[in-house]
């Protein structure tokens, strides 16, 4: 059984889709949710679903070992970045290396870096009048939105998109496929197949 700790910084909707979908495997378990924001609603989302959830700060994070020794505790053999904000430590990039995952909620290598997460990254897609938008799901190494893609799934956009309504596509094709790449990822099997969401 391969154990995957999940961390998040806000919401936590795709933490909840992954535990849920993860729910019934006999390959791969949810070891626990680790979050960086006191007030992070993932917290509930970790309540309800019934997986132990653990906050620490920015300092715990850059500046010590105990977020390692946790998930070592833990026995975890995967970190999952589902909407997680800090840059990942050198500590975890090592004892971690090729085994961290995180989703982007656009084509990089555009729209990635510091700063762009969540509505920052669809009101620059907007902005430029990109024919199309989507998600990368990629190998986490030490820079923002940076690392070997993975994985990647279009949406297509009209005059008529919004930054709100680009959200929406994007959440579509996150609960759609997040989920089914962190098992071909942690299992080593071969990724599914993307089918462009149309305007």
Do not use: W
């Amino acid at each position: 059984m391969k154990r995957i700790a999940i961390l998040a910084s806000g919401n936590g909707t795709n933490a909840q889709q992954i535990s849920e979908y993860l729910a019934g495997s006999k390959e791969i378990e949810v070891a626990c949710i680790v979050y960086n924001r006191k007030d992070a609603y993932v917290a509930q989302r970790a309540a309800t679903l019934g997986i132990e959830a653990k906050y620490f700060n920015r300092k715990d994070f850059m500046e010590t070992d105990c977020v390692l020794e946790y998930l070592r505790e833990k026995s975890v053999d995967y970190l999952i970045l589902a909407g997680f904000l800090l840059l990942v430590p050198q500590n975890l990039l090592e004892a971690y290396d090729e085994r961290i995952i995180n989703i982007h909620p656009a084509l990089l290598p555009n729209y990635g870096g510091k700063g762009m997460y969540g509505h920052h990254v669809h009101e620059a897609v907007i902005a430029n009048k990109e024919p199309e938008s989507g998600i990368t799901i990629h190998v986490v190494d030490g820079k923002y939105d940076h690392g070997r893609t993975l994985f990647q799934a279009k949406c297509r956009l009209t005059e008529a998109d919004t930054a709100d309504t680009l959200a929406e596509k994007i959440h579509i094709l996150e609960k759609t496929y997040f989920p089914p790449v962190v098992e071909a990822f942690v299992l080593g099997k071969a990724m599914p197949e993307p089918k462009t969401l149309e305007a």
